[in-house]
């Protein structure tokens, strides 16, 4: 299994989609992220293996909706609001 633990404050779709290549099926630690907009849930939630978000504290419907359909599981231990 591949774990990549990344420290990123903010998250451009390009940098996602190269995450989520890097680190297919392994684990990917994105938690330094505060927070994430539906474009770039809607790519990470392509991601197959665990995927944590630990420092996302809200997500707008449509992003949770993405984030829902993650077939691995998902870690978003400060998730106060949706």
């Not at 995450?19 to 630690?29: F, R, T």
């Not at 504290?57 to 691995?72: F, I, M, P, W």
């Amino acid at each position: 299994m591949t774990f990549n633990s990344i420290a990123l404050k903010i998250c451009s779709v390009t940098q996602a989609q190269t995450l989520v290549a890097e680190s297919q099926h392994g684990w990917l630690d994105v938690s330094g992220l505060e927070s994430i907009d539906d474009a770039v849930a809607e790519v990470l939630a392509t991601h197959e293996g665990e995927l944590a978000l630990n420092g996302i504290v809200q997500l707008t419907d449509k992003a949770a909706e993405y984030l829902g359909r993650h077939s691995g599981s998902l870690y978003l231990k400060k998730l106060s609001s949706i």
